[in-house]
């Protein structure tokens, strides 16, 4: 059995806000947001962190910014920008050790990030 979160959310385990889902991919509504849209991408596969990404996961990484981008423009900030985040390891934060793309918009943002 995985103790891992968000394997639990996409084997329907743990309730979430699913907005996305497909073979390979699957996207929820962050439950702390940091912006009006934050969404967090999915690959179904579990890969702890970028590190962990193989060759043969090169094209999932893909479809994953794929569905970013389809989730941009549904929700409509594809005009504005916005901006995907992938937390790796202690420094950067990262806190659910299954790889996820932040999707954050509809708000300005700065640079540097904190
Ligand atoms: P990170 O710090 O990059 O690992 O991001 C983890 C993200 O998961 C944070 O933005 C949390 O708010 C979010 N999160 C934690 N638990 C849940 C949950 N049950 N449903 C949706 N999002 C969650
Ligand atoms: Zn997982």
Redesign the pocket.
Known sequence: MTEC??CK?IGGE????TIYSDDDVVA???????APT?V?VLPRKHIPTTLDIGDDDLELMGRCLAASNHIAREKGIDGSGFRI???SGAD??????HI?F?LIGGRPMMWPPG
């Open positions: 979160l968000f959310i743990v309730p979430s806000m929820i509504e962050d439950i702390n947001p940091q934050h967090l985040v992938l937390n950067a934060g990262q806190s659910v050790h996820h932040h």
